[in-house]
């Protein structure tokens, strides 16, 4: 019997959160190294030089770098609800980019204004509202998911950095008036047991060095 696919993880990564909810969602058994990122195992930085997280090694030696692509493999294994057939992958895969190139560094701007002085805090946060929220804003005006009434790829690779979006500045997430309806979609993700599974600390697995 071979070993389970090794998952080099750091659980507030969103990257490695939305690694970590669609291999929980497939039932995939992996074994979990949460990494610190001050002190990277050497043996992460063998299987992927970036030395980023996630990273999932499956027993055949394929490394997966890329966490799509980790939800994509893992989602292929097994599909109970159906994520990737709620919306046609284009369609999915695009909002997806979205979300990874232009809303992302708003985003780091915006949790790490104090690195970034050239514009104030608010400012990058009204441009990742503009650039990206504000069209999912306008999606979940009518239906509960991004893609209707089902639960999407999409859905769940984009929660974990809209929930860090609304943790930069809780108080002001929570009374905008310009997203009440991304708000109840957060607050319907972060609400899934899978969610709160994904989430909990991990057992004590050291990294291999």
């Keep these: 019997m071979s070993a389970p696919p090794l998952l080099f993880s750091y659980r507030r990564c969103p990257y490695a959160i939305r690694a970590r ?105 009204d441009e990742a509202v503009r650039t990206h929220l504000a069209n999912l804003e306008a999606r979940l005006h009518s239906q509960p998911w991004l893609f209707g009434t089902r639960c999407s790829l999409a859905d769940m690779a984009l929660l974990p950095f809209v929930r860090q979006f609304a943790q930069v500045d809780r108080a002001w997430f929570d009374a905008t008036p310009a997203l009440p309806a991304l708000r109840a979609w957060l607050q319907r993700g972060l609400d899934l047991p899978l969610f709160a599974t994904v989430m909990a600390k991990p057992a004590n697995h050291p990294a291999p060095a």
């Excluded at 996630?54 to 394929?62: E, R």
Aim: glycine share 4%; proline share 9%.
């Design 21 to 125: 909810l669609a291999l929980w969602q497939a039932g995939v058994a992996v074994q979990v190294h949460e990494v610190s990122l001050r002190d990277k195992p050497a043996e992460l930085l063998r299987l992927s030089p970036k030395g980023t997280v996630p990273v999932l090694c499956l027993p055949d030696g394929t490394v997966l770098e890329q966490s799509l692509d980790i939800m994509r493999w893992a989602l292929a294994q097994h599909d109970p609800d159906g994520w990737l057939q709620a919306a046609p992958m284009e369609a999915m895969l695009a909002l997806i980019a979205r979300n990874d190139g232009p809303f992302k560094p708003l985003l780091d701007r915006y949790k790490y204004a104090e690195r970034h002085p050239e514009r104030s805090a608010a400012d990058w946060r």
